[in-house]
């Protein structure tokens, strides 16, 4: 009997060249939930303060390993917000590079990939970084830093590339899961 893998374990891209997103916070969401392997949930993480949700849908790419030690971080812009435990087929369209230190210790690169769901009829014409509409990126960039803020980790936005790094970051990712 073959088992079903868990979340973080599914296989990143599907078969037409998409990549997967486990989705753990809802746009719109006060609640930052973190998927764990090893309850087979989402375990509430914490919470942000009034007045602040996170801009669009926030999760994870299965089976990769960033260099902080955790599944790469992808932003995915769809037309509704996604539940947590949504696994969405995606388009890379960039990245946001990033590094993140938590207090008395080095920083970390900890980038946000970029993608569009396959199926969002709203963003469906985004392709790259050109794309986005002005300023998205910039609130971004803010929401992160003032996120990581409220927790005491300093969030430093280092750069914004294309869907060709994005792709790149991804494959490492990869490589670096075992």
Known sequence: MSSVPTLDKLEPLDGD?????????????RHKLKYQASLG????????????????NFGFVPSTRGEDGDPLDILVFADEPLLPGTVAA????????????????PPRRNERL???AVHSHLHGGWRDLADLPPGLLEELE?????????????????GR??????????AQGLASRN
Not at 161 to 170: G, I, S
């Open 161 to 170: 590339r294309d869907r060709a790094r994005a792709h790149e970051l991804l």
């Open 90 to 105: 995606c388009r890379l369209v960039g990245v946001i590079e990033a590094q993140q230190a938590a207090p008395s210790q």
């Open 41 to 56: 949930a989402f375990e509430l993480h914490h919470a942000l303060p009034l007045g602040t949700a996170f801009p669009c």
């Open 114 to 116: 970029l993608a569009v």
């Open 17 to 29: 060249d998409a990549v997967r997103a486990v989705i753990e916070v809802a746009t719109g969401s």
């Open 142 to 158: 803010r929401f992160f830093v003032f996120y990581n803020h409220q927790r005491g980790q300093r969030f430093t936005p280092l």
